[in-house]
């Protein structure tokens, strides 16, 4: 009897466990739930209380945004998180903690993965796969940034201008920097992989959606943003392998990616940001367009996104005076007014 009465409790129990459960699911079907360490950018939580700023907004716990984007973006993806959950959401599980990166975000944004993706603006090969997608994107300037070419601190050259770089990525037309006003010393044009948000920006300002020459293309690219810095600053004397070279590599990156590495690893001692067409890259010259690679950073939509949508109220909330305010304090360039 005692048996019968205790498997008739654990019966109970399972049952009352499993009612919970599916409850537990049906609450979060179709929303945004908490991503894990290994989910991209942010995907937001289904719990948790919400700012009075994101109440304005009219965000919630449960309408919150999927939001993706860049290496270089995932700074904004976090600090709008803690705009709308408050700062202490930072060591929560839900905090962003990891980008796709540019391509594969806007991979993500047409095919209906994200609502919106912070991103350099779309290369034209993104814009080809949205269009035979039918997807339309939206653009919506956010910050200030700009392609910026590198080399070693120790190269004597200051200056290259448009027609130089294009000349060395798109012909290999010069291999010498005596050229550049250099020593003479063999040009080592490093690059990047074809889905980085620099790859991106290299497309669209410089290249014009050419293809890079192949020997540049096959030899020298680098996979991560860290590598282009590191490869640039120690390619002459031998990087890893410690046999000096009678070169100096030439790269590129963002500026305020650099500005950040540089304050996290000291890497700027050991690279000179040289001048294109005679313009230095710098806030100033950036946020006013002065300088020629001046581009900038984008919340990027589907223009079917409803016009309620929580997305779009990331948007005002970024174009406007507290967005601004907290662009600037990440470090980042905010859009001139």
Request: aromatic letters at 8%; hydrophobic letters at 35%.
């Amino acid at each position: 009897m005692k048996r019968l009465i205790t498997l008739i409790l654990i019966n109970m129990l399972l049952l009352t466990l499993c009612a919970c459960s599916h409850r537990g699911a049906a609450r979060t079907e179709g929303t945004a739930g908490p991503p894990s360490s290994t989910q991209p950018a942010s995907e937001g939580s289904t719990d948790g209380t919400m700012t009075a700023g994101a109440q304005a907004l009219g965000i919630t716990a449960l309408n919150y945004p999927i939001i993706d984007g860049s290496t270089s973006t995932l700074s904004i993806v976090q600090s709008v998180y803690r705009a709308m959950y408050g700062e202490e959401a930072a060591d929560t599980d839900g905090y962003p903690t990891k980008a796709s990166k540019t391509v594969p975000s806007y991979h993500r944004l047409i095919d209906g993965k994200a609502d919106m993706i912070l991103v350099p603006y779309a290369s034209a090969d993104v814009l080809e796969e949205a269009e035979n997608a039918g997807v339309e994107l939206e653009f919506h300037k956010v910050a200030a940034e700009a392609l910026i070419f590198i080399t070693s601190a120790e190269n004597p050259a200051e200056s290259i201008t448009l027609e130089q770089i294009r000349d060395i990525y798109l012909n290999y037309g010069i291999t010498n920097w005596r050229e550049l006003g250099g020593q003479a010393r063999e040009v080592v044009p490093i690059c990047r992989n074809s889905d980085s948000g620099s790859q991106s920006q290299m497309d669209n300002l410089i290249l014009n959606n050419e293809k890079m020459h192949p020997d540049i293309r096959n030899n020298y690219v680098e996979l991560t943003m860290e590598g282009m810095l590191e490869q640039v600053a120690f390619y002459h004397n031998g990087g890893l392998s410690g046999s000096p070279t009678n070169s100096y590599a030439l790269g590129y990156t963002l500026y305020t990616y650099l500005q950040w590495m540089n304050n996290v690893t000291g890497i700027g001692e050991y690279l000179k940001v040289l001048s294109v067409n005679g313009v230095p890259p710098t806030a100033e010259t950036i946020g006013d367009g002065d300088y020629p690679l001046a581009d900038g950073y984008y919340a990027v939509i589907r223009s079917d996104l409803p016009r309620g949508h929580s997305a779009r109220a990331v948007i005002t909330w970024l174009q406007g005076k507290d967005g601004a305010k907290a662009i600037e304090n990440l470090g980042l360039i905010p859009c001139a007014e």
